[in-house]
T-cell receptor
Framework: KNEVEQSPQNLTAQEGEFITINCSYS?????LHWLQQHPGGGIVSLFM???GKKKHGRLIATINIQEKHSSLHITASHPRDSAVYIC??????????FGTGTRLQVFP | EAQVTQNPRYLITVTGKKLTVTCSQN?????MSWYRQDPGLGLRQIYY???????DKGDVPEGYKVSRKEKRNFPLILESPSPNQTSLYFC????????????????FGPGTRLTVL
């Protein structure tokens, strides 16, 4: 059983729509990461959260420590946002545990 | 340019033929790690290293070896590859020692697609 659950697994949107991707984890964590995996396979780091909220351009990430839940929002989605979005957490160990990812497709 | 490099990017080999996938980072990061990515399973950690000469097993270490003789390099060795090691492999690095690396940005290499026949 994966200790990090993402939803939805697949998401299709029209250009301009507001997107929300969710990540839930099972116990207290030290840090949570949101990653983006491009269609070509490369992975880039979007955010690291240990509390609160972060914003970068059209991307917003939030975390609720009490509810053990994080969300990644994309405002005014664009076809270039099409990718797999991955949530990963550190449970106070020297490892990262990854969700299985959310595949997002944004159509013009 | 700050980056993590992996070589080779693609490799097709046969069962039992030893191979090494190299990983190098130019950011003076302490933490380095190897992951494999399989459909439906997400990324899983194979081995990680907190610094030179310090390595430890991740969640799926069987069939793999690593070494960290220099801070910048963290090669992944498959002594006797088997078909179940066919996968997409990523090396990653991060600044910071134990307890701190998870709070820093994770830098990933471009991936190595390995097929073992």
């Amino acid at each position: 059983k994966n200790e990090v659950e993402q939803s939805p697994q697949n998401l299709t949107a029209q250009e301009g729509e507001f997107i929300t991707i969710n990540c839930s984890y099972s116990v207290g964590i030290s840090a949570l990461h949101w990653l983006q995996q491009h269609p070509g396979g490369g992975i880039v780091s979007l955010f690291m959260l240990s509390s609160g909220k972060k914003k970068h351009g059209r991307l917003i990430a939030t975390i609720n420590i009490q509810e053990k839940h994080s969300s990644l929002h994309i405002t005014a989605s664009h076809p270039r946002d099409s990718a797999v979005y991955i949530c990963a957490v550190s449970y106070n160990t020297d490892k990262l545990i990854f969700g299985t990812g959310t595949r997002l497709q944004v159509f013009p | 340019e700050a980056q993590v490099t992996q070589n080779p990017r693609y490799l097709i080999t046969v069962t039992g033929k030893k191979l090494t996938v190299t990983c190098s980072q130019n950011m003076n990061h302490e933490y380095m790690s190897w992951y494999r990515q399989d459909p439906g399973l997400g990324l899983r950690q194979i081995y990680y290293s907190m610094n030179v000469e310090v390595t430890d097993k991740g969640d799926v270490p069987e069939g793999y070896k690593v070494s960290r003789k220099e801070k910048r390099n963290f090669p992944l060795i498959l002594e006797s590859p088997s078909p179940n090691q066919t996968s997409l492999y990523f090396c990653a690095s991060s600044l910071g020692p134990s307890g701190r690396w998870a709070y820093n940005e994770q830098f990933f290499g471009p991936g190595t697609r390995l097929t073992v026949l």
